[in-house]
């Protein structure tokens, strides 16, 4: 992340919510119009556990409901459809009594709960929660939140309705309860991030990532920064270690099997300087160009600073762990697994160059489009991972931000926490950024100690390559953690022993909460990356 100053006053949100009609009833109501819950049936291929209510959390798991009466169900959570083969947020099935169906369901991955929703056979229209409570929340209460209702799939080859917005509930539901339990590696411990080991992508394969570029362990063959890792990652002319990394890179995405891969180098002021592009071609709208991003340069030694002293910002570090081993990690990671599932628009995986120098890379690249293509959404990742569950908040940036008084991109918001909220489960913790952001703004959260906070918020400062294609009218969405209170900004110390210094906390070891700080993050990547898929997010100013 660019150093500079950039101070946010307290904005004033704009909180609404849309009207809801209706009543419900967890397992049925008095005349026998619904069904029960015990009238369903779940199964999972290949499951593992023992518990009939238990469902793997965090992985494509086939499914099978069964039904014992005439029933719909509505399955609130990303299904892939059977014909197209591509992501859509939830889907409602029209059983017949002995009638069952298998769908591939993307259940939680940090969330131990999961809802189905039940109704008389052919229903439409339905209830769903508030975007800033669970599923489960809302089944305890059901007072809040809006309406959907069925729609025809839009996607060439698909069979399961679409989920839309409606204005009418039509009333009562049933409650389908069960639980998650997520896959773990075997050979770790919770002091070092078990329980975010497993699934679709994970928190701790980031952490082997960022622990694997930074490793400085001597090796004299290993290139020309003398490690084992991939250190001295700054832009400039003729940089061996430089042009290690990039050629590294290059192959690991080649490896994940994506459409094309490209290095893209071009001249900007005095230096060379050189993106990395990993391209999965879209099989309906392939001139929309969905990106994810994180700069891999790190801060030059300009002026070498090896001490760590908050407020002053250095100029040198060879290892750059969070600014920004870890957001390339986690690019890495998304494109690992996206790589291999058809999407509608053309997912793109970048590696920016010379953010440091003042977002060199990321501007070449939107400024300079191939004619026809525009860029749906562009998510960010820039020195995420010291933030919650550590003693830090972990901020949820989104814009462009035009008014600094109310929510300009109110689609944004909802998305981030609509995601939060359920597959994450921090509605707690989102409640305490949104009250931390109403006190102090931006910058306080960029530098003060917080317990369990998560803010989502709209940042009327641009510091990173988000900016770039904020510049273009792209509404954008981030994360980040603790940057300007940070003592190893741009130092010598912006090492990993550092990051998990700073991430130990009274109940829990600095690795356990590193590797579960980059599985929130991952994860929330993950999910927007599949919505915005599915739905863009407009620039609504």
């Known amino acids: ?221 290993c290139g020309a920064d003398g490690a084992v890792g991939y250190l001295d990652r700054w832009i400039g002319n003729g940089n061996p270690s430089y042009e290690h990394a990039i050629t590294y890179f290059e192959g690991v995405m080649q490896g994940y099997g994506l459409d094309s891969v490209e290095v893209h180098r071009f001249q900007s002021n005095t230096a060379w300087a050189v993106n990395i592009y990993g391209y999965k071609t879209g099989s309906v709208y392939p001139d929309e160009w969905l990106i994810f991003g994180a700069h891999f340069d790190i801060a030059p030694p300009v002026a070498y600073t090896p001490g760590a002293e908050i407020g002053i910002p250095g100029y040198g570090t060879r290892h750059g762990a969070y600014d ?80 600094q008084e109310e929510i300009d991109q109110a689609g944004m918001f909802h998305l981030a926490e609509w995601i939060g909220a359920d597959a994450l489960d921090l509605g707690n913790e989102m409640a305490r950024g949104r009250e931390a952001w109403l006190q102090g703004g931006e910058s306080p959260l960029w530098g003060d100690i917080y317990e369990d906070t998560v803010a989502i918020y709209e940042s009327p400062t641009a510091r990173s390559d988000h900016d770039s294609f904020q510049n273009i009218g792209v509404a954008t969405l981030g994360w980040n953690g603790l940057v300007d209170g940070y003592p190893c900004y741009h130092r010598e110390c912006d090492t990993m022993d550092t990051m998990i210094e700073y991430m130990d906390t009274a109940d829990s070891t600095g690795i356990n909460n590193l590797v579960h700080s980059w599985d929130i993050v991952t994860w929330w990547a993950v999910y927007a990356f599949l919505h915005m898929d599915q739905v863009p997010v407009p620039n609504e100013l």
């Open 1 to 221: 992340m660019r150093s500079g100053i950039a101070r946010a006053g307290i904005l004033v949100f704009l909180m609404f919510s849309a009207p809801f009609a209706g009543c419900f009833g967890e397992n049925g109501d008095e005349g026998g119009s619904l069904p029960g819950a015990d009238s369903l049936s779940i199964s999972v291929e290949g499951s593992s556990t023992n518990n009939s209510m238990a469902v793997p959390g965090g992985e494509w798991a086939l499914t099978t409901f069964s039904a014992e009466v005439d029933m719909s169900v509505f399955i609130p959570y990303f299904i892939q459809d059977s014909g197209s083969l591509r992501a859509q947020n939830g889907t409602v099935l029209d059983l017949r009594g002995g009638e069952e169906v298998t769908v591939n369901v993307l259940f939680p991955p940090r969330n131990d709960d999961v809802v189905l929703l039940m109704g008389a056979y052919g229903r439409e229209n339905w209830p769903i929660r508030a975007a800033d409570e669970s599923w489960m929340m809302w089944s305890e209460n059901m007072s809040s939140g809006s309406a959907v209702m069925v729609s025809a799939n839009e996607d060439e080859g698909g069979i399961l309705p679409w989920i839309v917005p409606a204005e009418e509930s039509d009333g009562m539901v049933a409650i389908k309860q069960l639980t998650t339990v997520r896959d773990q590696r075997d050979d770790l411990t919770e002091e070092n991030g078990v329980g975010a080991s497993g699934g679709w992508v994970n928190g701790r394969d980031v952490y082997e990532w960022v622990d694997f570029i930074t490793d400085d362990t001597p090796c004299a063959t």
């Open 324 to 403: 920004n081993a870890a957001g390339s990690s986690m690019v890495l990671s998304t494109a690992s697994v996206l790589a291999e599932f058809d999407a509608r628009r053309t997912m793109v995986f970048c590696l920016w160059s010379s953010e440091e120098e003042g977002l060199w890379g990321s501007r070449s690249f939107a400024n300079d489009l191939p004619e026809g293509v525009t860029v749906s959404n562009y998510l960010n990742l820039d020195m995420a991972g010291v933030n919650y569950p550590g003693d830090y908040a972990l901020s949820v940036y989104l814009g462009p931000d035009g008014t």
